[in-house]
């Protein structure tokens, strides 16, 4: 499996997400919370300052949304199944 090392957004990519309503999500307390997604859901089981632990369930065959954090490391441990 190769790792994203660089990802750059295009102006089209840029446009899109000037017009989409932006959101705050600060406030949400996660940990009270099954997040629904595409591919199946995710919730929050701890938070500090420096760390949160999701645990992500996916429906065989699917894959989550593409999406980037600069500024925080994101580790995965299969639990079970298999990834490919």
Known sequence: MSKISNFNSSNKDLNLLNKKKQ???KNI???KIVVRKPWGYEYLTYQSK???VWIL????GQQTSMHAHP???TSLIV???EVT
Not at 57 to 60: D, E, Q
């Open 29 to 31: 307390d996660y940990s």
């Open 79 to 81: 639990l079970d199944g």
């Open 57 to 60: 369930c996916l429906k065989k």
């Open 71 to 73: 500024k925080k490391k």
């Open 23 to 25: 959101i705050s999500y």
């Open 50 to 52: 420096k760390i949160a």
